[in-house]
Nanobody, 115 residues
Framework: VQLQASGGGLVQPGGSLRLSCAAS????????MGWYRQAPGKQRELVAS???????NYADSVKGRFIISRDNAKNTVYLQMNNLKPEDTAVYYC??????????WGQGTEVTVSS
């Protein structure tokens, strides 16, 4: 299983980042995929999901600011994050929409929103 998330970093409030996640075919090919995040001291939460056919859904906290997309040929899922807020600070992970806490999650990519 491969889940390689990248693109995180330090950004000022109002800024943008684009996250990428290369997933192994076994995870990616037919599954809906999701971007999740875990802030310090909080549980991991789903922020955006996308089906294999491109249908998307978002948590209310990111709706209108984040855009999830996928490239099926590259087994890659993206998360464009705009108008970032300090409360978006977290480690971001991608995984199958059906992933459980006991599944492999990879290292994630850290996003810090701070002035």
């Amino acid at each position: 299983v491969q889940l390689q998330a990248s693109g995180g970093g330090l950004v000022q409030p109002g800024g943008s980042l684009r996250l990428s996640c290369a997933a192994s075919g076994g995870v990616f090919s037919v599954n809906a995929m999701g971007w999740y995040r875990q802030a310090p001291g909080k549980q991991r939460e789903l922020v955006a999901s996308i089906t294999s056919g491109g249908y998307t859904n978002y948590a209310d906290s990111v709706k209108g600011r984040f855009i999830i997309s996928r490239d099926n040929a590259k087994n890659t899922v993206y998360l464009q994050m705009n108008n970032l807020k300090p409360e978006d600070t977290a480690v971001y992970y991608c995984n199958s929409f059906f992933a459980s806490s006991s599944d492999y999650w990879g290292q994630g990519t850290e996003v810090t929103v701070s002035s």
